[in-house]
């Protein structure tokens, strides 16, 4: 049996959600959805150089698990950047913490 996941904490707010290439319309781009515990990740790692075990704390996860978010974020972003998609920033497992 799986075990369930656990709900990241996020204290990132921003006001937007998506990123596009400019000068490509919006129906003609592939997307890619970028996870908010993901972005957080991202955020708290490359933007706030953060060690890995802080920044789980931060989230109240393992450093494991923090790092296979961080993985998959940084393949994703990788993915739109090289191949001109567009990066949607929703959903996931995490509650806002202040």
Do not use: W
């Amino acid at each position: 049996m799986v075990r369930p996941r656990r709900c990241r904490r996020v204290r990132f707010r921003g006001d937007f959600y998506y990123f596009k290439p400019r000068g490509i319309p919006i129906n003609e781009l592939e997307e890619i959805e970028l996870r908010v515990e993901e972005f957080e990740a991202l955020r708290l790692k490359d933007l706030e150089n953060m060690d890995q075990n802080k920044a789980a704390e931060k989230m109240e996860i393992s450093q494991s698990t923090f790092h296979r978010i961080l993985i998959e974020a940084r393949k994703k972003v990788a993915d739109a950047l090289v191949n001109g998609k567009a990066i949607k920033i929703e959903g996931g497992d995490f509650k806002r913490k202040s």
